[in-house]
């Protein structure tokens, strides 16, 4: 689903999958503790965050935001 997402919004935002395995680094500096999540930033800053499954509606609607 999120890459039928970021097709969708590919103008306005970029959408990274990050391997939380691979990068614990990375999730811990994000306090990232459940999955499936979405974290919005907007010039290196959090500035939204979506947890857990979502419909496909609500986070394209997140990533327009």
């Known amino acids: 689903m999120a890459d039928a997402v970021a097709a969708k919004v590919q103008e306005k935002v970029e959408m990274?999958?990050?391997?939380?395995?691979?990068?614990?680094?990375l999730a811990?500096?994000?306090?990232?503790?459940?999955?499936?999540v979405l974290i919005r930033l907007e010039g290196g800053r959090e500035v939204g965050r979506l947890v857990?499954?979502?419909?496909?509606?609500a986070v394209e609607a997140f990533a327009r935001a």
Do not use: L
């Open 16 to 25: 990274v999958h990050v391997d939380t395995d691979q990068n614990p680094d």
């Open 28 to 36: 811990q500096r994000y306090q990232v503790m459940g999955i499936p």
């Open 52 to 57: 857990g499954y979502r419909p496909e509606s």
